[in-house]
T-cell receptor, first 111, second 115 residues
């Protein structure tokens, strides 16, 4: 079945440092979605990328979708303590109703 | 805050109990989902309802029984659970079934402990 892996599993940064998480799928994706889950919370939708090579920005967050539509990345510039949480990528393959989540990257930010 | 409401927030049940988890949304979404999430793991899809009909069952054991009484409500009936079923159960909805670019809106979840 489809597998979506993320690296790293965990990253601890100091506030102000940059952070990147990488998402790799074993199969081609029709689109990629990113979610953030705060500790003790639920996943919250951040953004969706659809086109090959697409890049989108949300303030300090930059999202990329690979040319082959099998990988994606999320880069956070100058992290803040409010960025703490687990970031999941998620993608659809053949079945539009079935969203497969990546393994997640847990980000810890300290002062 | 979320527009998908789940009750209860916490549930402790014995292996012989019967309980139900409830989920409600009033956004007019026609796809509703149950996910199970263990600690430090991603959400795992259990069931999908499209236009109130069960469209996906990810080979979930029969001790979990979903129900969608109408377009706003989703239930998960629990019976004879095992301790390994302890997890966070997340309900989600999306605007249109079968449309891959429709993001999921999650509820706060029910944290279930089976003793």
């Amino acid at each position: 079945g489809q597998q979506v892996m993320q690296i790293p599993q965990y990253q601890h940064v100091q506030e102000g440092e940059d952070f990147t998480t990488y998402c790799n799928s074993s199969t081609t994706l029709s689109n990629i979605q990113w979610y953030k889950q705060r500790p003790g919370g639920h996943p919250v939708f951040l953004i969706q990328l659809v086109k090959s090579g697409e890049v989108k920005k949300q303030k300090r967050l930059t999202f990329q979708f690979g040319e082959a539509k099998k990988n994606s990345s999320l880069h956070i510039t100058a992290t803040q303590t409010t960025d703490v949480g687990t970031y999941f990528c998620a993608g659809h393959t053949g079945t539009a109703s079935k969203l497969t989540f990546g393994t997640g990257t847990r980000l810890q930010v300290t002062l | 805050d979320t527009e998908v409401t789940q009750t209860p927030k916490h549930l402790v049940m014995g292996m012989t109990n019967k309980k139900s988890l409830k989920c409600e949304q009033h956004m007019g979404h026609r796809a509703m989902y149950w996910y199970k999430q263990k600690a430090k793991k991603p959400p795992e899809l259990m069931f999908v309802y499209s236009y109130e009909k069960l469209s996906i069952n990810e080979s979930v054991p029969s001790r979990f029984s979903p129900e969608c009484p109408n377009s706003s409500l989703l239930n998960l009936h629990l019976h004879a659970l095992q301790p390994e079923d302890s997890a966070l159960y997340l309900c989600a909805s999306s605007l249109r079934p079968g449309v891959s670019n429709s993001p999921l809106h999650f509820g706060n979840g029910t944290r279930l402990t089976v003793t």
